[in-house]
């Protein structure tokens, strides 16, 4: 996974997809989000659950513990090491989900640039990337370090063409279990590691080589070449 999401549904869309019932804290606003080139480090839009309520906050995209302070935050985990490593050892528990649009992968084909291409769901649904953070707190508000990773896993099927990491996808159903801060964090592993959804749930699409530059924000980035 190379680092480049899109978002431009609403909150509400999202939280649609969900199907979760109850109460929703939303920071994010209630007008579609119509960010369609997103780059790491900085605030997406991740749903998350404190005190049974869904939250919806804008959380930067990239995290590392204190004692890291060598490298650049990570914007993603490997499925494999995630749950047992030391690097997110202090996030492992804090589960969330990143609702995107679609994302985006580079190809070398041959050309003067990568060939980028966008990847989404076939049945048009958002698609719900596990994740795991350093999460806003509801009663103390943001905070310095907060920030987050999405979990990736090795591609499979045609899909190792575009790429050989994907983010782990969850169905809804998966998905809400996921939050769920009552799930066992040895179920939590089980889950990311084999019950994400399968590369035929997926279809990829050239696009325009201008979302190669994060600068370049419009829906026309999304459009099919």
């Given at each position: 996974m190379c680092g480049r999401i899109?978002?431009?549904?609403g909150i509400q869309e999202y939280?649609?997809?969900l199907s979760m019932t109850g109460t929703l804290v939303n920071s994010v606003g209630e007008a579609p989000l119509e960010r369609y080139n997103v780059a790491p480090t900085t605030q997406v839009a991740l749903l998350h659950l404190q005190d049974e309520t869904l939250h919806a906050d804008l959380v930067r995209w990239g995290w590392r513990p204190h004692w890291a302070k060598?490298?650049?935050a990570p914007i993603n985990a490997r499925v494999e090491k995630v749950a047992h490593g030391p690097f997110f050892r202090a996030i492992w528990p804090h589960r969330a989900i990143?609702?995107?649009?679609?994302w985006f992968e580079w190809v070398d084909e041959g050309g003067p640039k990568k060939q980028p291409y966008l990847i989404r769901r076939r049945d048009g649904a958002p698609v719900l990337c596990a994740a795991i953070g350093q999460l806003p707190d509801a009663d103390e508000g943001q905070g310095e370090h907060d920030g987050f990773v999405i979990i990736t896993?090795?591609?499979?099927?045609g899909m190792v063409d575009i790429h050989d990491r994907r983010p782990v996808v969850l169905t809804p159903e998966l998905a809400r279990e996921w939050l769920d801060p009552a799930t066992p964090k040895e179920r939590a592993e089980q889950m990311v590691l084999h019950q994400g959804e399968p590369a035929e749930a997926f279809e990829w699409f050239k696009?325009?080589?201008a979302v190669g530059n994060v600068r370049?924000?419009?829906p026309e980035l999304i459009?099919?070449?």
């Amino acid at each position: 996974m190379c680092g480049r999401i899109s978002q431009y549904s609403g909150i509400q869309e999202y939280v649609s997809t969900l199907s979760m019932t109850g109460t929703l804290v939303n920071s994010v606003g209630e007008a579609p989000l119509e960010r369609y080139n997103v780059a790491p480090t900085t605030q997406v839009a991740l749903l998350h659950l404190q005190d049974e309520t869904l939250h919806a906050d804008l959380v930067r995209w990239g995290w590392r513990p204190h004692w890291a302070k060598d490298r650049a935050a990570p914007i993603n985990a490997r499925v494999e090491k995630v749950a047992h490593g030391p690097f997110f050892r202090a996030i492992w528990p804090h589960r969330a989900i990143t609702p995107v649009d679609n994302w985006f992968e580079w190809v070398d084909e041959g050309g003067p640039k990568k060939q980028p291409y966008l990847i989404r769901r076939r049945d048009g649904a958002p698609v719900l990337c596990a994740a795991i953070g350093q999460l806003p707190d509801a009663d103390e508000g943001q905070g310095e370090h907060d920030g987050f990773v999405i979990i990736t896993a090795d591609s499979a099927g045609g899909m190792v063409d575009i790429h050989d990491r994907r983010p782990v996808v969850l169905t809804p159903e998966l998905a809400r279990e996921w939050l769920d801060p009552a799930t066992p964090k040895e179920r939590a592993e089980q889950m990311v590691l084999h019950q994400g959804e399968p590369a035929e749930a997926f279809e990829w699409f050239k696009v325009n080589t201008a979302v190669g530059n994060v600068r370049n924000k419009g829906p026309e980035l999304i459009q099919l070449t």
